[in-house]
Antibody, heavy 122, light 111 residues
Framework: EVQLVESGGDLVQPGGSLRLSCSAS????????MSWVRQAPGKGLEWVST????????YYADSVKGRFSISRDNSKNTLHLEMNSLRDEDTAVYSC???????????????WGQGSLVTVSS | QSVLTQPPSVSGAPGQTVTVSCTGS?????????VHWYQQLPGTAPKLLIY???NRPSRVPDRFSASKSGTSASLAITGLQAEDEADYYC???????????FGGGTKLTVL
């Protein structure tokens, strides 16, 4: 059974930093791309970042580019999201998501974690 | 403002059929990128409902189907059940943004 468990969410002041982690199990973690998707309270889904299976390439939404950094440790089946210069509008539940599909541009999100709440407020 | 446009809400009585539209542009759906659909039940994480335009994961009942044409896609739910009440999201890739994009979501109410 695929399991994705996020941790690290917290209340942080604007301009602050936070590191999210995701522990994965039930599949060959080192062989698949992974993403972070967020959902602001009462709002829709927003793709944040994707990292390929090896960690060699990462992609970011314009809204977080230059402030967030995705990484992975395939030896520990763990995905991370380093978030800096946090803004009020970054407040959301951040979900760790497993990707599937053959072509990068047609990748889809086949398993989701329950998410970790990040609140940015003074 | 989402890149993919969905109606905010749809509704139907038990047993009826409802459709959810997803309208994009020439840089996403119209560029032949696949469309995928997700179901988010209240208070839970999203689940994959349809992938690659019209394919269902084995656990998804065949009451759910989807299609794509031109710059739009649609999700159809037949034999509506109370348990189908949820938010539904379409998703594709946008070449202008170099980003995976979601629709704004559609809330389905079963009357």
């Amino acid at each position: 059974e695929v399991q994705l468990v996020e941790s690290g969410g917290d209340l942080v002041q604007p301009g602050g930093s936070l590191r999210l982690s995701c522990s994965a199990s039930g599949f060959a973690f080192a062989g698949v791309a992974m993403s972070w998707v967020r959902q602001a309270p009462g709002k829709g889904l927003e793709w944040v970042s994707t990292i390929v299976y090896s960690g060699a390439t990462a992609y970011y939404a314009d809204s977080v580019k230059g402030r967030f950094s995705i990484s992975r440790d395939n030896s520990k089946n763990t995905l991370h999201l380093e978030m800096n210069s946090l803004r009020d509008e970054d407040t959301a539940v951040y979900s760790c998501v497993k990707l599937a599909g053959w072509i990068t541009s047609n990748w889809y999100f086949d398993y989701w974690g329950q998410g970790s709440l990040v609140t940015v407020s003074s | 403002q989402s890149v993919l446009t969905q109606p905010p809400s749809v509704s139907g009585a038990p047993g009826q059929t409802v459709t959810v539209s997803c309208t994009g542009s020439s840089s996403n759906i119209g560029a032949a990128y696949a469309v995928h659909w997700y179901q988010q039940l209240p208070g839970t994480a999203p689940k994959l409902l349809i992938y690659d335009n019209s394919n269902r994961p084995s656990r998804v009942p065949d009451r759910f189907s989807a299609s794509k044409s031109g710059t739009s896609a649609s999700l159809a739910i037949t034999g509506l059940q109370a348990e189908d009440e949820a938010d539904y999201y379409c998703q594709s890739y946008d070449s202008s943004l170099s980003a995976w994009v979601f629709g704004g979501g559609t809330k389905l109410t079963v009357l």
